[in-house]
């Protein structure tokens, strides 16, 4: 299925639909994950892959550090400690390689973008995680150069190869050289940002990104469930790029057309375990004046209750979490989660 479809008439995102998002990083600081959009997209050449898409911002959001402002029910499952601090650049005068080196050593981390198009999601990942992880945006092999441009423009630069490694490389993403005036390449103390051609139903692609000595610990999907043409091969690559009880996959999903959408969320929840994402908001503290006195420490009202993170309004956002079952707990029939969920109104 081609990325043009006939009489494709959209336009560019200008960012998160209205009302949907008032979240914040832990304290409040967005310095460090704010990826601009102005220049990410491209539809004439790249068609619907050139988009950012509504449920890209969802699952932004979700991947954020920890706050008290709002607790997520499952909680974001990459651990805290693989987030940068709030008031970390993303740049750093000190090669990355230095700065390992005064940090404590932890597990590497590698998390794969399926589908990745802009590559919004996982590029504004890859900046609030530190250099123990590794993030891989993936799509067909044409969309390719659209993810390394936008990689390049946000001065992301790849893990160096190692002997161990190099059988893994498929592509080189060379360190972007930013305008003058923006001043020299500084190495990221971030995330390290790879891009490879990943093809739904390609094995051979399949198994280059799995052909690393570091597993895939989470894949992260946004917008994916749109051609009922492709849920076949899209479900046979999530198959195999997955383990049992390892892998967790963060799903964003948009609702546009449930009776046709639905076939591919019966047949993934034969194979996967799902759970979707509740938000509960908490109230927050302010100070405030009162007849020209200082008033103490007031709790603002919060929305009541939990709610399912994104319903707002007439958009219907969702995100998933979803682990493999084991290969005696699939399912023999179709998985009604969705629409069970759809039948009690997403209430709790």
């Not at 990083?25 to 068609?47: A, E, K, L, R, W």
């Not at 008290?68 to 650049?89: G, N």
């Not at 490389?169 to 891009?195: D, H, L, Q, R």
């Not at 895939?216 to 383990?243: G, H, M, N």
Request: net charge negative; with cysteine.
């Amino acid at each position: 299925m081609s990325n043009h479809p006939e009489n494709l008439d959209i336009y560019d995102s200008v960012g998160p639909p209205t009302g949907i998002f008032n979240v914040k990083d832990g304290d409040g600081d967005d310095s460090t994950t704010v990826v601009p959009i102005s220049g990410m997209q491209d539809i004439s050449t790249f068609g619907i892959a050139g988009r950012i898409w509504d449920s890209s911002y969802t699952l932004d959001a979700y991947m954020r550090r920890p706050t008290d402002q709002y607790t997520f029910t499952p909680a974001c499952p990459i651990p805290a400690e693989y987030f940068l601090p709030a008031k970390v650049t993303t740049t750093t005068s000190e090669p990355a390689s230095a700065v390992a080196t005064t940090k404590e050593k932890k597990t590497p981390i590698r998390i794969l973008e399926i589908g990745a198009g802009t590559g919004y999601v996982g590029i504004a990942l890859a900046k609030r995680l530190d250099s123990d992880c590794t993030v891989i945006l993936t799509d067909l092999e044409e969309v390719v150069p659209l993810m390394q441009k936008n990689v390049n423009e946000q001065r992301l630069s790849r893990r160096p190869a190692t002997s161990s490694s190099a059988s893994a490389a498929t592509t080189t993403i060379a360190a972007a050289e930013p305008p003058s005036e923006t001043g020299p390449y500084k190495e990221p103390s971030c995330a390290w940002v790879e891009v490879e051609p990943l093809a739904w139903g390609n094995t051979a692609h399949a198994l280059a990104i799995l052909d690393h000595p570091t597993p895939i610990d989470y894949i992260i999907a946004s917008d994916l469930v749109y051609f009922p043409e492709l849920y076949p091969p899209l479900l046979q690559t999530l198959k195999e790029i997955t383990r049992v009880g390892e892998t967790k996959i963060l799903f964003g999903y948009k609702e546009r057309a449930l009776w046709k959408e639905s076939p591919f969320w019966e047949e993934f929840g034969r194979y996967f375990e799902m759970e979707v994402v509740r938000i509960e908001r908490h109230p927050v503290k302010k100070e405030g004046e009162v007849g020209g006195e200082e008033k103490g420490e007031e709790e603002e009202e919060a929305e009541g209750g939990i709610e399912v993170f994104g319903c707002e309004g007439e958009d219907r956002l969702y995100v998933f979490v979803a682990t493999k079952r084991p290969e005696d707990q699939i399912l023999k029939g179709a998985d009604d989660t969705l629409a069970t969920l759809m039948m009690m109104q997403i209430g709790l």
